[in-house]
């Protein structure tokens, strides 16, 4: 994959770029759903959902979206994304991505911790990620997972976009009607 020019200026290619190496990136992942759909699924996702509920137009924040899983689910260094999409899209997506190195319950430890913090393009980006998995854990889950499973993580998932709160009214009033109809959806699992 050749690098992005720096005299490419054109933000519908720039989109396009991004949605590119992400693709490339997550060609052999899967997410974890019974059929299990094509990783790529989730980023297109995330910056649709930024884009439709959330009215977001900047382009290093849905360039972000659509690469934000790359750092931690691939192979992609930090410097690989900084060459091909610029310094801002580098530190973003770094903002978002977990260290896999630690143990998965501090993983969730620190982005709740951590929510509170990030700049306001992040925190979109958290929030239109918990939106999509919420959506995809509810409606098609891991078959592997219990209906605890899934409560439990709706419970985490409530907590990392409470410190996102206040970046962006549209995307949080999609949230919380794509959250309310996943508990009502899984407590009618329950009975």
Same mark, same amino acid.
């Given at each position: 994959? =050749?690098?992005?020019? #720096?005299?490419? @200026?054109?933000?519908? =290619?720039?989109?396009?770029?991004?949605? !590119?190496?992400?693709?490339?990136?997550?060609?052999?992942?899967?997410?974890?759903?019974?059929?299990?759909?094509?990783?790529?699924?989730?980023?297109?996702?995330?910056?649709? &959902?930024?884009?439709?509920?959330?009215?977001?137009? /900047?382009?290093?924040?849905? *360039?972000?979206?659509?690469?934000?899983?790359?750092?931690? /689910?691939?192979?992609?260094?930090?410097?690989?994304?900084?060459?091909?999409?610029? #310094?801002?899209?580098?530190? &973003?997506?770094?903002?978002?991505?977990? /260290?896999?190195?630690?143990?998965?319950?501090?993983?969730?430890?620190? *982005?709740?911790?951590?929510?509170? !913090?990030? @700049?306001? %393009?992040? *925190? *979109?980006?958290?929030?239109?990620?918990? =939106?999509?998995?919420?959506?995809?854990?509810?409606?098609?889950?891991?078959?592997?997972?219990?209906?605890?499973? $899934?409560?439990?993580?709706?419970?985490?998932?409530? %907590?990392?976009?409470?410190?996102?709160?206040?970046?962006? #009214?549209?995307?949080?009033?999609?949230?919380?009607?794509?959250?309310? %109809?996943? $508990?009502?959806?899984?407590? @009618?699992?329950?009975?």
């Amino acid at each position: 994959m =050749t690098p992005l020019s #720096p005299a490419l @200026s054109n933000p519908t =290619t720039a989109l396009l770029e991004a949605l !590119h190496f992400a693709a490339a990136k997550h060609r052999d992942q899967r997410r974890k759903d019974v059929v299990a759909s094509p990783y790529i699924n989730h980023p297109i996702a995330v910056a649709r &959902l930024l884009a439709s509920e959330g009215g977001v137009t /900047d382009l290093v924040t849905l *360039q972000g979206a659509i690469l934000h899983d790359t750092i931690e /689910d691939t192979e992609t260094t930090p410097e690989e994304l900084e060459r091909h999409f610029g #310094p801002a899209v580098r530190q &973003l997506v770094a903002e978002v991505t977990d /260290d896999k190195g630690l143990p998965k319950g501090d993983r969730k430890r620190l *982005q709740i911790e951590h929510a509170p !913090h990030l @700049s306001p %393009q992040a *925190q *979109q980006i958290k929030i239109a990620d918990k =939106t999509a998995n919420v959506y995809d854990i509810t409606a098609s889950p891991p078959a592997t997972w219990s209906l605890d499973q $899934r409560r439990e993580y709706l419970d985490w998932a409530e %907590q990392v976009v409470a410190g996102c709160r206040g970046c962006n #009214p549209g995307l949080e009033r999609f949230y919380d009607q794509v959250m309310a %109809q996943g $508990r009502q959806a899984l407590e @009618s699992k329950s009975l």
